[in-house]
């Protein structure tokens, strides 16, 4: 993020908390102040701060399980990102962040699922 920062000095970013009634995501843009606490899965969530609406989000860093050389991913299950996905328009860049090299082929693909443009690991970035 610092990076990003340092590179594009007019970047908004903004951090994404989740609603675990309805699988949904807000998105705050960051300012700041803005603070930061644990969710239920232990992951850091924005507190408080100003809603972005996903049609104004341009790229969007995803994480995931695993991916494939077609850009396929596997995410952790509840379908938040796809859900979020499908909110934003259809030019939103989604790069992936991945620890581990593509596997072979991902075969579940569902109807709801969204390809990468890109995934970073730490050996190196794949383009789709």
Wanted: glycine residues 8%; hydrophobic residues 35%; contains cysteine.
């Amino acid at each position: 993020v610092d990076w990003l920062k340092f590179q594009h000095l007019n970047l908004q970013l903004t951090f994404s908390r989740i609603n675990p009634d309805d699988f949904s995501m807000e998105h705050v843009l960051e300012e700041k102040d803005t603070c930061f606490k644990l969710n239920s899965y232990g992951i850091p969530e924005p507190q408080g701060g100003q809603l972005v609406n996903e049609e104004e989000i341009e790229l969007a860093f995803i994480p995931l399980l695993a991916f494939d050389d077609k850009g396929n991913r596997v995410g952790y299950g509840k379908g938040y990102y796809d859900r979020f996905l499908s909110k934003c328009k259809p030019s939103i860049i989604k790069i992936g962040i991945s620890y581990f090299s593509p596997v072979d082929k991902i075969d579940d693909m569902g109807f709801f699922d969204k390809k990468l443009d890109f995934c970073i690991t730490p050996d190196r970035i794949y383009a789709f």
